[in-house]
């Protein structure tokens, strides 16, 4: 079993920044190819960024491309998720994932694990 606990959510203003680290227990994650996903009150929860089990191929959706990036730290069983120019339509309920199928345009969490999440609010 993978426990996965999401830290780092908070109040960020328009334009801000934020970290958001994933932190994994009771096995290791290196082999996990890892997502992060995000649920705004009313809408689907969706994909934000995913990274392979080695950390040499990432996917961005069209939507933070070129403001988030994803990262991990196999030796600290961590990954994170650098959020940068924060909109408030960023603002959602952040999610790690453990063990999806990555492809170049995708991450399909089929099995695996989830986290419990962590709130990100932007403020206008």
């Known amino acids: 079993q993978v426990q996965l606990a999401e830290s780092g959510g908070g109040l960020v203003q328009a334009g801000g920044s934020r970290r958001l680290s994933c932190a994994a227990s009771?096995?290791?994650?290196?082999?996990?190819?890892m997502g992060w996903f995000r649920q705004a009150p009313g809408k689907e929860r969706e994909v934000v960024a995913a990274?392979?089990?080695?950390?040499?191929?990432?996917y961005i959706a069209d939507s933070v491309k070129g403001r988030f990036t994803i990262s991990r730290d196999n030796a600290k069983n961590t990954v994170y998720l650098q959020m940068n120019n924060l909109k408030p339509e960023d603002t959602a309920v952040y999610y790690c994932?453990?063990?999806?199928?990555?492809?170049?345009?995708?991450?399909?969490?089929?099995?695996?694990?989830w986290g419990q999440g962590t709130q990100v609010t932007v403020s206008s």
């Open positions: 990274i392979s089990w080695s950390g040499f191929n990432t």
């Open positions: 009771g096995r290791t994650i290196a082999n996990y190819n």
């Open positions: 994932h453990a063990g999806g199928r990555l492809s170049s345009s995708s991450y399909v969490p089929s099995l695996g694990y």
